[in-house]
């Protein structure tokens, strides 16, 4: 396995001794601007001991609102496909490389704006906190911004699909797509295709699990 690292393994991030503690200390977080226009911080949500962790982009608009990750369309795609590959979406610890939503206002709609890597990497602090205290057995890093977040500017998601890389901090990452492409494509004739690829991604990841 190569062995690549990303801003959120460079560091230790915020200080603490429990997620509740990291997660009121980052509901005030004024690191980057995002704070100012999105309704609130979205931070990860899952058991301390999960052994696996899903890494995706950022809050969308349904996150926002809510104050939960995964709870948008995006997220209920997700629980589908982990169902199928037989993984609990409760056992799982559930978070974004930026904790804000980034968006474009459009008339009365909000529409997801990609964060810079000068985002990603001072929301950063909060990810490696995540990390730390969580211990998993493996990351997973759902599309390119996680990929940059996790294991840095080298790793393309297109290339590097279905890869492990092992870290120098001890975590191996696994890389695949955010669930959020697949809403795209899941009308058109190869979007069934891509799911199951999907699908079988998450069963990797299962496997990688059982053995430990």
């Not at 899903?54 to 169902?83: I, M, N, T």
């Not at 599309?143 to 120098?168: C, E, H």
């Not at 899941?186 to 999907?198: H, I, T």
Request: proline fraction near 6%.
């Amino acid at each position: 396995m190569a062995e690549l690292v990303g801003p959120a393994l460079t560091q230790p991030g915020a200080p603490g001794a429990s997620l509740d503690e990291i997660h009121r200390e980052a509901t005030i977080c004024t690191r980057c601007e995002l704070y100012k226009h999105a309704a609130q911080l979205v931070f990860g949500e899952g058991p301390k001991g999960a052994e696996v962790v899903f890494v995706g982009e950022q809050p969308g608009d349904k996150e926002d609102v809510a104050g939960q990750p995964f709870v948008g369309p995006a997220g209920k795609l997700l629980d589908r496909c982990l169902e199928e590959a037989g993984i609990e979406r409760a056992s799982c610890y559930v978070t974004n490389a930026v904790k804000h939503f980034k968006f474009e206002p459009r008339g009365k709609r909000r529409i997801h704006a990609k964060p810079t890597r000068g985002e990603v990497r001072v929301c950063a602090w909060w990810l490696a906190a995540e990390l730390r205290l969580v211990r998993p057995k493996l990351v997973v890093a759902l599309g390119a911004t996680a990929a940059y977040s996790l294991l840095g500017p080298q790793v393309k998601v297109t290339r590097d699909r279905g890869s492990v890389f092992r870290s120098p901090v001890g975590l191996s990452v696994f890389v695949t797509i955010h669930p959020s492409a697949l809403l795209r494509v899941l009308d058109q004739a190869a979007g069934r295709q891509d799911r199951a690829r999907f699908v079988n991604d998450l069963k990797a990841i299962a496997t990688l699990l059982e053995d430990g």
